[in-house]
């Protein structure tokens, strides 16, 4: 009978395989306009790149306007935010991205707000609400919310 040792690189050779398939599924989805941003861990903390594309111009024109520009999920998920809106809640854009919106509503607007998120799933709603900023000053805010796929 033969006594294999088992050194542990078998599991190490899976491990690579699967770092691999997923580092391929990331360039194949960059490759294919699949994605339009990345998120960058480095000594400085962590950095949104964008990159270029077709759409270039209306991102210039998002990233510099002086109201602020969010895209939620239906349950109020930050997905993407401008510059101005990290401005106004005075939080970096990697910090409010991938946050929820109600953390950033007023305690007394959180309900009103949540019915808003609600109706706006089904048509384009303009109703104003406080917001506030990390270090607790509050703005009233002007929302615009509209449906989008």
Do not use: W
Not at 9 to 17: C, N, P, T, V
Not at 30 to 42: E, F, H, K, W
Not at 116 to 144: H, M, W
Request: proline content about 3%; hydrophobic content about 40%; overall charge negative.
């Amino acid at each position: 009978m033969k006594i294999i040792k088992h050194d542990g690189s078998e599991d190490k050779i899976a491990e690579l395989r699967e770092k691999l398939a997923e580092a391929e599924e990331v360039l194949s989805a960059i490759r294919n306009g699949r994605v339009d941003a990345l998120m960058v861990s480095g000594s400085g903390g962590e950095m949104v790149y964008t990159l270029k594309g077709a759409d270039y111009n209306y991102r210039i024109l998002i990233e510099t306007m002086t109201e602020g520009a969010i895209i939620l999920t239906k349950d109020g998920l930050i997905l993407y935010c401008n510059s101005r809106f990290a401005e106004m809640v005075k939080a970096p854009i990697e910090y409010v991205i991938g946050g929820s919106m109600s953390d950033f509503i007023e305690v007394f607007d959180k309900k009103r707000f949540a019915a808003i998120l609600r109706q706006a799933v089904f048509e384009t709603i303009r109703e104003e609400v406080c917001i506030y900023s990390k270090n607790g000053d509050p703005l009233p805010v002007l929302l615009s919310l509209r449906p989008f796929d």
